[in-house]
């Protein structure tokens, strides 16, 4: 039976983004986004609720993080879902959900001198068959986290 992994996020970026280079110049970039919908509960009253999304990019589109994104900024991900095990200092084992993107569009413009006329920027790490631009390669498929 197929299966699909796809997530879509639209959001606000929590922090700017964390880049780290690896071995061989391999960027990587974390940061989360806080998405938020209303309702009524059952009393009438409006609710809000907030969810936290750990976002992970990788190579050129994590150069592009790092340039581009700002604590605050509107961001559009598509990605999909991963979960990482490990243990912690006691010896427990722990889990970490993370969206790992492969398709980044910065909503709302820039904030820096060179705006962009009211044009999302867009990243994408899947280069066959979408028009849109740039297309960087996506994350690596053999590390091991």
Same mark, same amino acid.
Request: no cysteine.
């Given at each position: 039976?197929?299966?699909?992994?796809?997530?879509?996020?639209?959001?606000?970026?929590?922090?700017?983004?964390?880049?780290?280079? &690896?071995?061989? $110049?391999?960027?990587?970039?974390?940061?989360?986004?806080?998405?938020?919908? =209303?309702?009524? %509960? /059952?009393? @009438?009253?409006?609710?809000?609720?907030?969810?936290?999304?750990?976002?992970?990019?990788?190579?050129?589109?994590?150069?592009?993080?790092?340039?581009? &994104?700002?604590? $605050?900024?509107s961001v559009y991900i598509e990605g999909k879902i991963r979960t990482? =095990?490990?243990? %912690? /200092?006691? @010896?427990i084992q722990r889990y970490t959900t993370e969206i790992v993107a492969?398709?980044?569009?910065?909503?709302?413009?820039?904030?820096?001198?060179?705006?962009?006329?009211?044009?999302?920027?867009?990243?994408?790490?899947?280069?066959?068959?979408?028009?849109?631009?740039?297309?960087f390669e996506g994350e690596p498929d053999d590390l091991p986290f």
């Amino acid at each position: 039976m197929a299966s699909v992994n796809k997530v879509i996020l639209v959001g606000n970026l929590g922090k700017d983004p964390e880049v780290r280079h &690896l071995e061989g $110049g391999l960027a990587v970039a974390r940061f989360p986004i806080a998405t938020s919908e =209303s309702f009524k %509960d /059952k009393n @009438g009253q409006k609710q809000e609720r907030t969810e936290w999304h750990n976002i992970v990019v990788w190579r050129n589109l994590a150069e592009v993080a790092e340039k581009y &994104l700002k604590k $605050g900024q509107s961001v559009y991900i598509e990605g999909k879902i991963r979960t990482n =095990s490990y243990q %912690d /200092k006691e @010896g427990i084992q722990r889990y970490t959900t993370e969206i790992v993107a492969d398709n980044l569009t910065m909503l709302g413009g820039r904030t820096d001198a060179g705006a962009n006329n009211g044009n999302p920027e867009t990243a994408s790490s899947n280069a066959g068959g979408r028009s849109e631009a740039p297309a960087f390669e996506g994350e690596p498929d053999d590390l091991p986290f």
